[in-house]
């Protein structure tokens, strides 16, 4: 499991959820 911490896709996909995140909290904020 120690690989998946330094493949980049890890922090890919961390990012991507964040701005998710990011996204529907902006969404929120609008309506």
Do not use: I, Y
């Amino acid at each position: 499991m120690r690989e998946q911490v330094d493949n980049p896709s890890w922090e890919d996909g961390l990012k991507t959820r964040l701005t998710d995140t990011v996204l529907s909290l902006v969404s929120h904020r609008e309506t």
